[in-house]
């Protein structure tokens, strides 16, 4: 586990983690986690979160390993089509949340089975935006805030 998950982190990205770590309830279990964007020479967009930081808050053993079976899935975002929430909040630039991810189809949410098995159900993705107010902004990373909770 990551303790100090602003080590690697622009400000903006260590401002949103600890605001989270702040808000959540002394209940709640949390998995923070960054997916940070490369782009190949066929222009396709990869989100990956293998190597990149993470916190758990909270007693979050189940959490801890779906954040190991996160760093094995990659997202795409090519031609407009994006194949899972981290592609997708790259691609719009927009925040994107599900209460209980445990209702989606396996198409729909790439990794329902071991959210399914460390009992994950909301999820929030959240752009961290290069730029300033009114040009054209670049996504640095997306981040990932998975509960086990519903509420």
């Given amino acids: 586990r990551e303790d100090n998950p602003c080590k690697w982190l622009p400000d903006s990205m260590c401002n949103v983690i600890m ?3 702040n808000l ?3 209940i ?3 998995l923070v986690q960054v997916w940070f964007p490369s782009t190949g020479d066929d222009g396709c967009t990869t989100l990956e979160t293998k190597g990149a930081p993470y916190t758990i ?4 053993d189940a959490l801890a390993v779906y954040r190991s079976a996160s760093v094995g899935y990659k997202f795409t975002h090519r031609n407009g089509h994006s194949d899972g929430m981290p592609a997708r ?6 925040a994107e949340m599900t209460p209980n991810v445990q209702l989606y189809a396996a198409k729909e949410f790439k990794r329902l089975a071991p959210a399914k098995s460390c009992d994950v159900k909301a999820s929030i993705g959240l752009p961290v935006m290069r730029g300033p107010e009114g ?3 670049e996504v640095l990373a997306v981040v990932e805030v998975a509960s086990e909770s519903c509420t």
């Avoid at 808050?57 to 979050?60: C, E, F, V």
């Avoid at 909040?89 to 927009?94: D, I, L």
């Fill in 19 to 21: 605001l989270l770590k």
């Fill in 24 to 26: 959540v309830r002394p």
């Fill in 28 to 30: 709640d279990n949390l």
């Fill in 57 to 60: 808050i909270g007693m979050g």
């Fill in 89 to 94: 909040v790259f691609a719009s630039q927009r």
């Fill in 135 to 137: 040009s054209s902004k």
